[in-house]
């Protein structure tokens, strides 16, 4: 199996690794001709969520991405890249996510906690967002203090931290484990 990584800005590099660990390839997004390429699902990395937003319209990749996801497409949004699934961005996830929401003291910090069907992973918070509204139909996979930092709804599944800054591979196999329908 392929996997796109949206690559217009942000942390796409170390996703990339992420999927090499895992023996998994990938293809980067840059532009609508790579878009045309196939792949099995789609990851949007962390980064800045207003930059990646502007990029993708001039791109004219923001309509394809939103229909494909729509479509089914198995989609991992990490940060901001979860910011782009919510209904201020993309539309495609029932779910309305708060950016930089830990302020400015608490901007990036790391942890160790919880995630349903996982267990304990490390997780990196960068200029977080979390989660301030879930829709009926989207499952929390990890509340924080008080916070949804993953969720998942049907293809979608979104985490408020970074992943692929870290060694723990857990979360990428989960994910591709649901594309192949084993979760
Ligand atoms: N603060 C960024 C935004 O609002 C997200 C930060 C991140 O992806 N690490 O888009």
């Known amino acids: 199996m392929r996997i796109a990584i949206l690559a217009l800005q942000g942390a796409f590099e170390e996703h990339k690794q992420m999927l090499e660990r895992l023996g998994v390839e990938s293809v980067l997004i840059r532009n609508l001709h790579d878009w045309h390429q196939p792949?099995?699902?789609l990851i949007l990395p962390g980064g800045e969520s207003t930059a990646m937003m502007r990029v993708m319209k001039d791109e004219a990749l923001f309509e394809p991405i939103r229909k494909?996801?729509?479509d089914g497409l198995p989609v991992f949004g990490t940060c901001a890249g979860m910011i782009l699934l919510d209904d201020q961005h993309l539309g495609c996830m029932d779910i309305t996510v708060k950016r930089n929401a830990y302020g400015r003291q608490l901007g990036s910090?790391?942890?160790i906690y919880n995630i349903k069907g996982i267990g304990d992973v490390p997780m990196v918070f960068i200029r977080?967002?979390?989660?301030e509204r879930c829709g009926e139909g989207v499952e929390v996979l990890s509340t924080l203090d008080g916070h949804v930092v993953a969720a998942r709804q049907q293809n979608m599944l979104a985490?408020?931290?970074h992943p692929e800054l870290t060694e723990?591979?857990?979360i990428h196999e989960y994910w591709l484990s649901t594309i192949n329908g084993k979760h």
């Open 68 to 70: 494909a996801i729509i």
């Open 159 to 161: 985490c408020s931290f």
């Open 109 to 111: 910090f790391q942890t």
């Open 39 to 41: 792949f099995g699902g």
């Open 128 to 131: 977080a967002p979390y989660i």
């Open 168 to 170: 723990d591979t857990r």
